[in-house]
């Protein structure tokens, strides 16, 4: 059995396995979408393929539209080599319920691929795409340092530099590709557009219209676009930047999985590593619970995704929503877990959630530090979204979601992970920054975490980080044992307003952190009994 569109012709095969096939005609609809294009998505992995594939694809089923989706690459071009040109852009969707058993359904609503790299021959067909008014949505997974125009010392990065002096011709930065691709609706007729980030991060649709503005006006000072470009862009009639709270764990291609399938019968399952570290698969394993909150403001029209389950809203409630989860009630979680887990040495999220430790760490987070500073958003119930994060979500042993992948981009999360809650605190009558506890303990485990050493104090493979070089210039001169180097070289870091959205000695918390390092770097050993000493926990 082979996923190809060829292969799923076979449907009594696939069906006596218990897979579900799409419930429409692949082909039409790939044919359909190219002549009239609705909606193109950047970033073409694994949580586009394992989530927003799969909510047009329940359209799709339900005969409620006849267009699919366009997914665009701009980083990792191996991607669309290795997975979708082969499989015909089929891909496959394996639910990993918390009984162990699979849902298994072929998604068909991926209906063209594009690599979006201005010297490849894609990039005239994504000018054309952009230039049809048809067009409703551009939607992205980029992750959140791809909206980063800056670097550590608030300098442009290279690319950035170069595509601002060098135009609109040869972009190299996504923000720049897309800004460029703007310019070409813009010249085609001032189209409408929506442009929503799904990415996992507050105020993504305000951080995407912010990088856009930036290099257009950039553009416009050295002559490349003119002034009208940029009142389109800001016109919300025109072009919008709707808010999203999106969450579905999406982790690396399990090698169980991977097993089940071939078992199945199914050939060509191999989980492949790219060039550039993307660890993908011609399947999509996933949790089955899943949540995708948007601000309804789309200019151009959309899909009624409400009959796939998201909700629309206004933008307030989705800022509410988004805060419930990336600032208190999950996010934060994930980010603790992920640096005690590395220290600890644990390979799976689920794991973790077994040291009773680790467990009452998560719950104090959001519990005990995180519900008292959530708004209600109404559409969701925060203390019942946190319950089932801790109770269920996290342990389902046959998610195969590691520490280290989470751990990935730390210092472009941990200001909106736990700076947000520091700020509500200090902004609240009611509450004191220095009642926290276990915030700036989990801010102390990541400097130590950055060591690169684990709690025995042998070597470990730090996750990829853009900061980590400028991080390290500092942390590296700390030596397990050695508290006298601690003050003068996280003062650095802890002081830095654009790691943690605020200066932590300005708001009480700096010696506490220091304190709890202190303790974290007394030996081998320390991480452990650090969290029994102030958790009362045993493993």
Same mark, same amino acid.
């Given at each position: 059995?082979?996923?190809?569109?060829?292969?799923?012709?076979?449907?009594?095969?696939?069906? !006596?396995?218990?897979?579900?096939?799409?419930?429409?005609?692949?082909?039409?609809?790939?044919?359909?979408?190219?002549?009239?294009?609705?909606?193109?998505?950047?970033?073409?992995?694994?949580?586009?393929?394992?989530?927003?594939?799969?909510?047009?694809?329940?359209l799709?089923?339900k005969?409620?539209?006849?267009?699919?989706?366009?997914?665009?690459?701009? @980083?990792?071009?191996?991607?669309?080599?290795?997975?979708?040109?082969?499989? $015909?852009?089929?891909?496959?969707?394996?639910?990993?319920?918390?009984?162990?058993?699979?849902?298994?359904?072929?998604?068909?609503?991926?209906?063209?691929?594009?690599?979006?790299?201005p010297?490849? !021959?894609?990039?005239?067909?994504?000018?054309?795409?952009?230039?049809?008014?048809?067009?409703q949505?551009?939607?992205?997974?980029?992750?959140?340092?791809?909206?980063?125009?800056?670097?550590?010392?608030?300098?442009?990065?290279?690319?950035?530099?170069?595509?601002?002096?060098?135009?609109?011709?040869?972009?190299?930065?996504?923000?720049?590709?897309?800004?460029?691709?703007?310019?070409?609706?813009?010249?085609?007729?001032?189209?409408?557009?929506?442009?929503?980030?799904?990415?996992?991060?507050?105020?993504?649709?305000?951080?995407?219209?912010?990088?856009?503005?930036?290099?257009?006006?950039?553009?416009?000072?050295?002559?490349?676009?003119?002034?009208?470009?940029?009142?389109?862009l800001?016109?919300?009639?025109?072009?919008?930047?709707?808010?999203?709270?999106?969450?579905? *764990?999406?982790?690396?291609?399990?090698? &169980?999985? #991977? #097993?089940?399938?071939? $078992?199945?019968?199914?050939?060509?399952? $191999?989980?492949?590593?790219?060039?550039?570290?993307?660890?993908?698969?011609?399947?999509?394993?996933a949790?089955?619970?899943?949540?995708?909150? *948007?601000?309804? #403001?789309?200019p151009?029209?959309?899909?009624?995704?409400?009959?796939?389950?998201?909700?629309?809203?206004?933008?307030?409630?989705?800022?509410?929503?988004?805060?419930?989860?990336?600032?208190?009630?999950?996010?934060?979680?994930?980010?603790?877990?992920?640096?005690?887990?590395?220290?600890?040495?644990?390979?799976?999220?689920?794991?973790?959630?077994?040291?009773?430790?680790?467990?009452?760490?998560?719950?104090?987070?959001?519990?005990?530090?995180?519900?008292?500073?959530?708004?209600?958003?109404?559409?969701?119930?925060?203390?019942?979204?946190?319950? &089932?994060?801790?109770?269920?979500?996290?342990?389902?042993? @046959?998610?195969?979601?590691?520490? =280290?992948? *989470?751990?990935?981009?730390?210092? =472009?999360?941990i200001?909106?992970?736990?700076?947000?809650?520091?700020? !509500?605190?200090? =902004?609240r009558? $009611?509450?004191?920054?220095?009642?926290?506890?276990?915030?700036?303990?989990?801010?102390?485990?990541?400097?130590?975490?950055?060591?690169?050493l684990?709690?025995?104090?042998?070597?470990?493979?730090?996750?990829?980080?853009?900061?980590?070089?400028?991080?390290?210039?500092?942390?590296?001169?700390?030596?397990?044992?050695?508290?006298?180097?601690?003050?003068?070289?996280?003062?650095?870091?802890?002081?830095?307003?654009?790691?943690f959205?605020?200066?932590?000695?300005?708001?009480?918390?700096?010696?506490?952190?220091?304190?709890?390092? #202190?303790?974290?770097?007394?030996?081998?050993?320390?991480?452990?009994?650090?969290?029994?000493?102030?958790?009362?926990?045993?493993?």
């Amino acid at each position: 059995m082979l996923l190809t569109r060829e292969g799923i012709k076979d449907v009594e095969k696939w069906r !006596s396995r218990g897979i579900k096939l799409p419930n429409y005609d692949v082909e039409e609809i790939s044919k359909r979408t190219k002549e009239s294009p609705i909606w193109l998505h950047f970033g073409a992995g694994n949580i586009f393929r394992g989530f927003i594939a799969l909510l047009q694809q329940n359209l799709l089923d339900k005969g409620l539209i006849d267009k699919g989706i366009i997914a665009v690459e701009s @980083y990792d071009y191996e991607i669309i080599e290795k997975i979708y040109v082969p499989y $015909d852009n089929l891909s496959m969707l394996v639910v990993m319920n918390i009984d162990g058993t699979l849902e298994i359904e072929v998604i068909g609503s991926i209906s063209d691929k594009i690599i979006a790299d201005p010297s490849h !021959s894609d990039w005239e067909r994504l000018k054309n795409i952009f230039s049809n008014p048809s067009l409703q949505i551009a939607s992205f997974t980029i992750t959140e340092k791809a909206y980063n125009l800056k670097d550590f010392s608030g300098e442009y990065i290279k690319d950035v530099k170069e595509d601002i002096e060098e135009g609109l011709d040869k972009p190299k930065h996504i923000i720049s590709k897309v800004t460029s691709l703007l310019y070409e609706r813009y010249k085609a007729g001032k189209y409408p557009l929506a442009l929503l980030s799904l990415d996992n991060f507050s105020g993504n649709g305000e951080r995407l219209f912010n990088s856009i503005k930036t290099i257009a006006e950039e553009w416009i000072k050295k002559g490349f676009v003119e002034e009208g470009f940029l009142n389109y862009l800001t016109d919300s009639t025109k072009v919008s930047f709707p808010l999203s709270m999106i969450d579905k *764990i999406v982790p690396r291609p399990s090698e &169980e999985v #991977k #097993k089940k399938l071939e $078992d199945l019968g199914i050939e060509r399952m $191999d989980i492949i590593k790219t060039s550039k570290n993307t660890i993908i698969a011609p399947f999509v394993n996933a949790e089955k619970i899943h949540y995708l909150v *948007i601000e309804d #403001k789309f200019p151009n029209g959309r899909p009624p995704l409400e009959e796939a389950g998201v909700i629309f809203t206004d933008k307030e409630t989705v800022e509410k929503v988004e805060r419930m989860k990336v600032t208190t009630c999950l996010n934060p979680l994930h980010t603790t877990l992920a640096i005690f887990g590395c220290l600890l040495n644990y390979s799976t999220i689920a794991d973790e959630m077994k040291d009773p430790c680790l467990k009452k760490l998560v719950e104090k987070v959001g519990y005990d530090e995180g519900l008292p500073v959530v708004v209600h958003p109404g559409v969701l119930d925060p203390e019942e979204f946190l319950r &089932e994060v801790i109770e269920v979500r996290f342990p389902n042993p @046959y998610m195969p979601d590691t520490p =280290q992948r *989470i751990a990935t981009d730390t210092s =472009q999360k941990i200001a909106i992970r736990f700076g947000e809650t520091i700020k !509500s605190y200090k =902004q609240r009558s $009611d509450l004191k920054v220095t009642d926290l506890k276990y915030i700036p303990l989990v801010i102390a485990g990541w400097l130590r975490y950055l060591m690169g050493l684990d709690d025995e104090g042998n070597p470990m493979t730090l996750s990829p980080d853009p900061l980590l070089e400028d991080l390290r210039s500092h942390i590296s001169n700390i030596k397990l044992g050695d508290v006298d180097s601690v003050k003068d070289n996280l003062k650095p870091i802890l002081s830095n307003v654009n790691i943690f959205g605020v200066d932590l000695y300005e708001v009480g918390l700096g010696e506490r952190i220091e304190s709890y390092f #202190k303790e974290f770097i007394e030996g081998p050993g320390a991480v452990r009994r650090v969290l029994e000493k102030y958790l009362g926990c045993k493993e």
